[in-house]
């Protein structure tokens, strides 16, 4: 049995030993407090491995071409988001960060953190790698990114032929494994298994 304080409200709750795949909340608030995850720390690393080959094409490939008035122009994601730049920096910023930057660094980090607690290493900087895992892990919005573009697509298909490239099917496939790896997430259990191990 573990005792765990409630990050939101501070409630003391007592966990006992849960089968994986289940999840403990907190009797107070009803959020959740501890989450025994199905996948081990070598299968997150094999989930993001493959994240990360996806990652390049996903993000280079054109997403979607347009045909307007005799003209095809095709656009990636890293295009979409340096084309306001001059326009509007914040918001070429926010887009940038939330679904190129902290979505890559969030799987290299969890994939870092894996591999260290796959192979049973561990080095002084895994606790900050932890921290920085669950920072990180508020900022990755790829199916926010996904929403805005099938609005888009949707408002778009009224005034253009659209056409999807291979990045789209890509993307598809990013935000699938990215899904998996941060529902599957535990950054308690990470930390249980560096102290314990």
């Known amino acids: 049995m573990k005792t765990i304080i409630c990050r939101h409200c501070d409630m003391v709750s007592h966990v006992p030993n849960m089968p994986s795949g289940y999840v403990a909340k907190c009797i107070r ?3 959740v407090i501890y989450k025994n995850s199905w996948c081990s720390p070598s299968g997150m690393l094999a989930l993001c491995l493959a994240a990360l080959i996806i990652i390049v094409p996903a993000f280079y490939f054109p997403l979607i071409s347009i045909h307007l008035l005799g ?3 095709g656009t990636n994601l890293l295009q979409g988001a340096l084309m ?3 326009n509007a920096p914040v918001v070429a910023f926010v887009v940038l960060f939330c679904a190129v930057i902290a979505p890559t660094l969030l799987i290299s980090s969890i994939a870092l953190s894996s591999a260290c607690l796959t192979f049973n290493y561990h080095p002084a900087y895994l606790p900050k790698i932890l921290k920085i895992t669950y920072i990180l892990k508020h900022w990755s919005m790829l ?3 996904m929403v805005s573009l099938m609005v888009a697509i949707f408002k778009l298909m009224n005034y253009a032929d659209l056409y999807f490239g291979v990045g789209f099917y890509f993307f598809i496939a990013l935000l699938l494994l990215n899904l998996t790896i941060i529902s599957n997430y535990s950054n308690h259990s990470y930390w249980e298994r560096y102290i314990n191990e």
Do not use: G, L, Q
């Open 29 to 31: 608030c009803e959020s």
């Open 71 to 73: 003209i095809t122009e």
């Open 84 to 86: 306001m730049i001059d």
């Open 143 to 145: 199916e926010v990114y």
